[in-house]
């Protein structure tokens, strides 16, 4: 059975009349009428029975052409569908991180599909950690992630997009509420609130506690900064936390960190030699544009 076939079929059955579907369908009715003897044959029942000159579709023929009508429409939206993603449409699937949910990626999708060449394109978002986040990126289930570098990730390309700035956050209360900066070492004064274990920022920041050789009293670790920014609100302790746009300064006082610079470099992600759809390839050359442009992160923007 070919989709010819099944094309053939639908077209006698619409004009009962085999002349008539042959000219329609622009070839010699013995042709026609051979392909649907053949069609016949393999499915083992008679799909049409004479009337005076024409013919009609028999019980079996009816309930065949439900099935065919079904077939042949999903097999034009497949092949709309396509056209659509080798040309201006498709769908983006996009991960990252806690830290840019709020403002970083619907502002930069908002202002993708502003442009006249990408308002057939539609996206979906998957928020977590880096490491689930390249792993999505490598079964395939995402196409571009925003998140950390990681090394030894050589089937990746990693492009620096945004670079944020680490700060501490103390609640209102706290006798460190009093400054607008504090250093490093007060990390061992106070209980601290630390990003979890398993994500970047849990791996990263126990690393620089290591590099310092002091060891914080972490109360409770959270996946995100606003289950941090929680806890440090109710007192728990203090918080060396990316400085994100969803941190308020009436319910947690910011401080800058006065004795050294710390930054967390989030990355775009996207599989090496790797088919990509166009709208995808242009979503990586409109973010490149952007971070040369000048693009930097600023919660306060």
């Not at 042959?22 to 044959?41: G, H, N, V, W």
């Not at 049409?48 to 999903?74: A, Q």
């Amino acid at each position: 059975m070919t989709l010819n076939q099944l094309k053939y079929f639908q077209t006698v059955a619409r004009f009962e009349n085999f002349h008539l579907a042959a000219s329609e369908l622009y070839i010699s009715q013995p042709s026609l009428s051979r392909s649907i003897a053949a069609l016949e044959k393999e499915l083992g029942v008679i799909l049409f029975e004479k009337r005076g000159r024409g013919i009609r579709l028999t019980k079996s023929g009816f309930l065949f052409l439900e099935y065919v009508d079904r077939i042949l429409s999903e097999y034009e939206i497949a092949v709309y569908k396509m056209r659509e993603l080798a040309n201006s449409g498709g769908r983006i699937d996009v991960g990252y991180v806690f830290p840019l949910a709020n403002q970083f990626i619907p502002r930069m999708v908002r202002k993708f599909l502003s442009l006249e060449e990408n308002k057939n394109i539609t996206f979906s978002f998957f928020q977590d950690w880096t490491f689930s986040i390249l792993d999505e990126i490598k079964k395939s289930h995402l196409d571009v992630g925003f998140c950390a570098y990681v090394e030894q990730e050589e089937e990746l390309e990693f492009f620096p997009v945004v670079n944020q700035e680490l700060v501490f956050i103390a609640p209102l209360h706290s006798p460190l509420a009093e400054s607008s900066e504090a250093s490093i070492m007060e990390l061992t004064k106070y209980p601290v609130i630390g990003y979890h274990r398993l994500s970047w920022l849990g791996s990263y920041t126990r690393k620089l506690y290591r590099r310092l050789g002091i060891q914080p009293e972490i109360v409770c670790e959270c996946s995100d900064e606003n289950a941090i920014q929680a806890m440090v609100k109710d007192g728990f302790g203090i918080a060396l936390i990316t400085n994100v746009q969803t941190l308020d300064e009436n319910h947690v006082r910011i401080l800058k960190i006065s004795d050294m610079a710390l930054s967390h470099q989030i990355y775009m992600v996207w599989m090496k030699n790797h088919y990509h759809i166009p709208a995808i390839n242009r979503f990586v050359k409109f973010m490149k544009n952007q971070t040369d442009a000048g693009l930097n992160f600023n919660p306060e923007s």
